[in-house]
């Protein structure tokens, strides 16, 4: 089955500053790449998508890259603010596998 | 649309009872799908369905799981007998396609069996 495989685990920036969650997969034939955000004690709510198509894309603060050569995905968040800490999974497309997430903890 | 609504929230059972989990999807998405979320194993994909299908549940466990899709507007997960490692958060997600595309997920039902 795909693989997929999410770094860091654990994430701790200063306010302010950037973030980048970074995925890789396993699947050549993926073609979409979502990042999924899960506040404490809530339900994860999709934060932004790329498709193979494009090699990154932009929504304010966070932006989505991809490498498909390397077979990797990343999620980019700037000017971090404490509204930002949560577990962000990134999601394999061909078996909907979840990365394990990454806790990120904004520090004011 | 009120989105994808599961219930119950939360169900405490002791070993040994069935427990079964019940979503109503979005109106017009053909798939649905079951996951279990823990700390050790993360999101876990139990089963999906197109248009009231299994398609793939190599990830329910163990014959102890069930999951049906009667018809478009609601699904259920059973679990008879329960064991106190079933104790996890079970999210229904729904999509307008398998592999590409949004998924959106209800609130969650937190089982807790002692």
């Known amino acids: 089955g795909e693989n997929v495989e999410q770094h860091p685990s654990t994430l701790s920036v200063q306010e302010g500053d950037s973030a980048v969650i970074k995925c890789t997969y396993s699947?050549?034939?993926?073609?979409?790449f979502p990042w999924y955000k899960q506040e404490l004690g809530k339900r994860p709510q999709l934060i932004i998508d790329?498709?193979?198509?494009?090699g990154e894309k932009k929504d304010q603060r966070i932006a989505v890259t991809l490498n498909k050569t390397a077979k990797h995905f990343s999620l980019h968040i700037t000017e971090t603010q404490p509204e930002d800490s949560a577990v962000y999974f990134c999601?394999?497309?061909?078996?909907?596998?979840f990365g394990q997430g990454t806790r990120l903890t904004i520090n004011p | 649309d009120a989105g994808v609504i599961q219930s119950p929230r939360h169900e405490v059972t002791e070993m040994g009872q069935e427990v079964t989990l019940r979503c109503k999807p979005i109106?017009?998405?053909?798939?649905l799908f079951w996951y279990r979320q823990t700390m050790m194993r993360g999101l876990e994909l139990l089963i999906y369905?197109?248009?009231?299908?299994?398609?793939?549940d190599s990830g329910m466990p163990e014959d102890r799981f069930s999951a049906k899709m009667p018809n478009a507007s609601f699904s259920t997960l059973k679990i008879q007998p329960s064991e106190p490692r079933d104790s996890a958060v079970y999210f229904c997600?729904?999509?307008?396609?398998?592999?590409?595309?949004?998924?959106?997920f209800g609130e969650g039902s937190r089982l807790t069996v002692l």
């Open positions: 997600a729904t999509s307008g396609g398998a592999s590409t595309g949004e998924l959106f």
């Open positions: 699947d050549s034939a993926s073609n979409y």
């Open positions: 790329i498709r193979s198509n494009v």
């Open positions: 999601q394999g497309a061909q078996k909907l596998v």
């Open positions: 109106s017009g998405h053909d798939y």
């Open positions: 369905f197109n248009n009231n299908v299994p398609i793939d």
